[in-house]
């Protein structure tokens, strides 16, 4: 929901740790511990782009239940694209090509293996963020 937010225009977010079950979050849900740490990583790296970097129009369009942001830093485009419907969508195809677009902060750093163990299912609220190379 973090990137949602920013979809909608929000200009900061605010984190915090609750108690789960009498025990600090990292303690009692270490899943989901993991989970919001893996996206304060995300932002953080793309905290940089979003305050310094230049909004564009995106280079590539998508369908239209699909959002789009794209920035450009420091000589790179990135293109950040969100599913926030509750249904599973499609990977845009365009994004298939490596050589013109760089996957970012996923477990597989190739789309190829992110389509097959996905089934080529863009989930409900998932972000994908994409270095361009051209």
Not at 30 to 58: A, R, T
Not at 85 to 98: M, R, S, V
Request: with cysteine.
């Amino acid at each position: 929901m973090s990137y949602d937010a920013l979809f909608n225009g929000a200009t900061g977010l605010f984190y915090f740790v609750y108690r789960s079950k009498g025990k600090p979050l990292p303690q009692s849900r270490p899943e989901e511990w993991k989970y919001i740490s893996e996206v304060i990583h995300e932002l953080s790296f793309m905290g940089k782009i979003f305050e310094n970097g230049k909004q564009i129009k995106s280079p590539v369009k998508v369908k239209e239940s699909l959002k789009v942001m794209a920035y450009e830093y420091d000589g790179e485009k990135y293109i950040i694209i969100e599913n926030p419907t509750n249904e599973n969508k499609t990977i845009p195809k365009k994004f298939y090509n490596q050589k013109k677009f760089e996957v970012l902060f996923e477990k597989f750093a190739n789309l190829q293996d992110i389509i097959q163990k996905s089934k080529n299912n863009f989930n409900p609220y998932k972000i994908l963020i994409f270095k361009c190379k051209y």
